[in-house]
């Protein structure tokens, strides 16, 4: 009997780690549909990205209600009770992320219909969401795989990510002193642009949450070179 429930609670894990696995897939698509609607200037291609948050968020609550069965009938601890609180972790980062997708694909749409906006106005967003893309890959490689060491590679790419985010915030500051009629198109730029910036911070999180699976300490807030020496 013993060996029946330990089997059946792995199983449980298992298909929790699964999940997460398809929820980051769900969103890594969700992003690779917005850098393709942009693209091509396709307002339906971004009511599609719009719509399919809803998914995102639904297999956010049958992970986390899967979680709380786990914590209530199985009372995990060491590894398996860390794997159970970095999941719950690792799921509301995902879904911010899709909620920061939705929302520069709602700017982006506004952008089109009000100000008839092009992928040559938006280039510099979509420079932004081509930066997180392969952060979100590496962080759920890095769960995938419990690979703690990806945390400094995810940090140093947010760090570009950040100072891209800046320089570009500059620039659209300068073009809406010099143009007054560019405020409406910059403001919603900048609202995209820090969107962007969030993706990054929250692959740069999941990291973090995989460090404290695999290894059992806190990065977060940890400056790099502090963490650099903790892997």
Same mark, same amino acid.
């Given at each position: 009997?013993? *060996?029946?429930?330990? !089997?059946?609670?792995?199983?449980?894990?298992?298909?929790?780690?699964?999940?997460?696995?398809?929820?980051?897939?769900?969103?890594?698509?969700?992003?690779?549909?917005?850098?393709?609607?942009?693209?091509? =200037?396709?307002?339906?291609?971004?009511?599609?990205?719009?719509?399919?948050? !809803?998914?995102?968020?639904?297999?956010?609550?049958?992970?986390? =209600?899967?979680?709380?069965?786990?914590?209530?009938?199985?009372?995990?601890?060491? !590894? =398996?009770?860390?794997?159970?609180?970095?999941?719950?972790?690792?799921?509301?980062?995902?879904?911010?992320?899709?909620?920061?997708?939705?929302?520069?694909?709602?700017?982006?749409?506004?952008?089109?219909?009000?100000?008839?906006?092009?992928?040559?106005?938006?280039? =510099?967003?979509?420079?932004?969401?081509?930066?997180?893309?392969?952060?979100?890959?590496?962080?759920?490689?890095?769960?995938?795989?419990?690979?703690?060491?990806?945390?400094?590679?995810? !940090?140093?790419?947010?760090?570009?990510?950040?100072?891209?985010?800046?320089?570009?915030?500059?620039?659209?500051?300068?073009?809406?002193?010099?143009?007054?009629?560019?405020?409406?198109?910059?403001?919603?730029?900048?609202?995209?642009?820090?969107?962007?910036?969030?993706?990054?911070?929250?692959?740069?999180?999941?990291?973090?949450?995989?460090?404290?699976?695999?290894?059992?300490?806190?990065?977060?807030?940890?400056?790099?070179?502090?963490?650099?020496? *903790?892997?």
């Amino acid at each position: 009997m013993a *060996e029946h429930i330990s !089997s059946h609670f792995h199983q449980e894990l298992e298909q929790v780690r699964t999940d997460v696995l398809a929820m980051g897939g769900l969103v890594e698509q969700q992003l690779a549909q917005t850098l393709e609607a942009l693209g091509k =200037d396709n307002q339906d291609e971004l009511a599609r990205v719009v719509q399919q948050d !809803s998914q995102i968020n639904a297999l956010a609550m049958k992970i986390d =209600d899967d979680c709380q069965t786990i914590l209530v009938r199985r009372q995990p601890t060491a !590894s =398996d009770l860390r794997l159970v609180l970095a999941v719950t972790r690792i799921i509301t980062d995902l879904e911010r992320m899709g909620d920061e997708i939705k929302k520069i694909a709602l700017h982006a749409n506004g952008l089109m219909v009000k100000h008839r906006a092009t992928y040559k106005q938006l280039y =510099d967003t979509c420079r932004l969401l081509e930066m997180t893309a392969p952060m979100l890959r590496t962080a759920l490689d890095a769960f995938a795989r419990l690979d703690a060491a990806a945390v400094l590679q995810i !940090s140093a790419a947010d760090k570009s990510l950040d100072i891209a985010y800046q320089n570009q915030s500059r620039t659209l500051l300068t073009f809406m002193m010099e143009d007054p009629h560019y405020i409406g198109i910059g403001m919603e730029t900048m609202l995209m642009n820090k969107a962007a910036e969030r993706i990054g911070d929250h692959a740069e999180n999941i990291a973090e949450h995989v460090v404290y699976l695999v290894r059992g300490i806190d990065v977060r807030h940890t400056p790099y070179e502090e963490m650099k020496k *903790e892997i």
